[in-house]
Structure formats: C-alpha cells, structure tokens
C-alpha cells in the first residue's frame, strides 16, 4: 500500500512539473534571458569605432559608466531626463483619473442596469480593440489636424478653429493616452462590478442607506480589487508609453519617459544608456506591482 502511494505521488509530481513546464521555458526564454542581455548591455562598453554596444555576460566585469552617465542626466546640471520623468508622471496621473471618471460610471452602468442589452453594449465596449492601436490613433491626426473636423465643429459654434492641436499640446498627449487605454479598464471594471453580488445591496437598502450611500458604502468597497487592477492595467503600459506622444505631439515640449528611452536605444553610442533608464523604470514599476499582488492577496483571505 505504502509503495503504491509513494507511485502514485511520484505521478502526481511530474504531472505537476510537466504542467508547469511550457510557461516556465516561456517565461525563462522570453523574460530572463532578455532581461539578463539587457543587464549585459547596460553593464557592457561601446564599439568605438561602429558606436555600438558591446555587451559584457560577465556580471564581475560589468561597468557602472552607463549607470553613472544615466543618473548625471537625470539629476544633474544639464539634465533633460529629469523633467521628462516628472512630465511621465503628470501625464500619467491625469490620464489615469480622466480614464477612471469616464470608464467606472461606463462600467458601473452595463453591470447594473443594461439589462438585456448587456451584450450589446460589451460588443460596443470591446469594438475598439478589432482595430490596431496605431490606426485609432491615425485616425485621430486626421480629426485633430488644423483642417480637422475639431476645428470645424469649434468653428461652428463660434470658437477659434485653427487650433494647432498636434503642435506640442499637453492635453491631446494625455487624452491621447485614455483613449489608447480606456477600453482595457472598462472591461476590467465590467468583470469586477458584475461579481459583486446583487444581494448585498439589496441588505445595504433595507437597512436604510440611500442609493448614494449604498454606492459608496458598499459597492466601492467591494470593487476596490478590481479599481487596483484596473489601474495597474492601465498606469502601467502608459509609463513606458512612446508612441502616442510620438504620434500626437512629437515636441521636445511632452517628451516622456519612453520617448527618451527610445532614443537613446536607436542613438549611436547610447544603447547601454537607454538599457539602464528601461531598467530603471522596471525597479520602478516593481514596487506597486509588489503592492498589487499583496493587496490581491489580502482581499482573496477576506473575502474566504
């Protein structure tokens, strides 16, 4: 009996291990073997001559120049990637509330009163991810361009129509950025609203609490997970955003974090210092997503 369960464990844990396998060789082959090259170049040298980077797999040879040139651009006298960091997270904040205040309403409306035309409206809510990033946001160079319809419709109603919207303006980044972002949030604000159980507010209302207070007593309450994890969806990709800026301002002016990495990536000579500014920002990004998963984790033993 004894060798039959010694067997039958034995299975089990190569059941297990062969279960676990692919993402392990998925996430060894294109995560930490990357990440590992890019620890490489950002330690490594520069070709003089072709201005390339030479990367060092020796992590006892590794050199701190790249680091050393990245921290003197970011804190020192003539630096420039300071004010784009400090720029990122404006952007980035703002974005995320503009998102939020439009989205959790959006959100909150299909779960609990859209009734029979539920599918119709996550139809509506998932359209815009049949179309690529890059062609939405085309789309919006055209309608924002002086000749656009948004200056038409301003000038239609008695504002000024000839405002040069992709010159360098703040707020075309930033609503840029929600409109990029947005349709991921509401999906994720869809998923959690609807599992909040109906009956719960229906207790809230019989022990007296008003509709508004029954919303803020115990319908924000209960979908604070799923706001942690809608905002991490978010904030996250719009840190290490680029190409939106890129494509709806491209002014030194709304420089952002990405952009700067980008550059230094197709810059002769500055590889490893782009590798150690994306490094940086991963370190970053390290300490909500650490506080994600340990907030997920206390609400998953609350709510058992």
């Known amino acids: 009996m004894g060798r039959q369960a010694h067997g039958t464990d034995r299975r089990a844990r190569w059941l297990w291990i062969a279960l676990a396998a692919p993402g392990a060789i998925w996430l060894l082959v294109l995560f930490v073997v990357p990440f590992y090259a890019m620890l490489a170049v950002a330690g490594g040298g ?7 980077a030479v990367p060092i797999w020796d992590p006892l040879s590794w050199s ?3 680091l050393a040139a990245v921290w003197n651009d970011i804190v020192g006298p003539g630096s420039f990637i300071g004010p784009a960091i400090v720029r990122t997270l404006l952007y980035t904040a ?10 959790y309403p959006v959100a909150y409306f299909v779960s ?11 139809v509506a809510l998932i359209a815009p991810f049949w179309v690529s990033y890059m062609m939405r946001m085309l789309a919006w160079i055209d309608l924002l361009g002086q000749g656009g319809f948004v200056n038409h419709a301003l000038s239609l109603v008695g504002l000024p129509g000839n405002t040069d919207w992709l010159g360098g303006k703040p707020i ?4 840029g950025l929600v409109y990029g972002y947005i349709p991921y949030l509401i999906l994720v604000l869809y998923a959690g609203l609807d599992r909040i159980d109906p009956s719960l507010l229906d207790a809230a209302r019989d022990l007296g609490l008003s509709r508004w207070r029954t919303f ?17 969806i978010t904030v996250l990709p719009m840190l290490g955003d680029y190409y939106t800026n890129q494509l709806m301002s491209a002014a030194p002016g709304t420089t952002m974090i990405g952009n700067v990495i980008e550059g230094q990536l197709e810059s002769p000579g500055e590889t490893g210092q782009g590798a150690v500014l994306s490094i940086m920002l991963l370190i970053a990004l390290l300490a909500p997503m650490i506080y994600y998963v340990v907030s997920t984790a206390r609400a998953s033993r609350e709510y058992a």
């Open 216 to 232: 803020w007593r115990v319908t924000v309450p209960l979908s604070k997970p799923t706001l942690i994890a809608g905002a991490f």
């Open 172 to 175: 075309t980044v930033i609503l």
């Open 46 to 52: 520069i070709n003089a001559f072709f201005q390339t």
């Open 94 to 103: 703002a974005a995320s509330a503009l998102a939020l205040a439009i989205a």
């Open 112 to 122: 609990r009163y859209a009734g029979a035309r539920r599918g119709l409206f996550l």
């Open 64 to 66: 701190s120049a790249n």
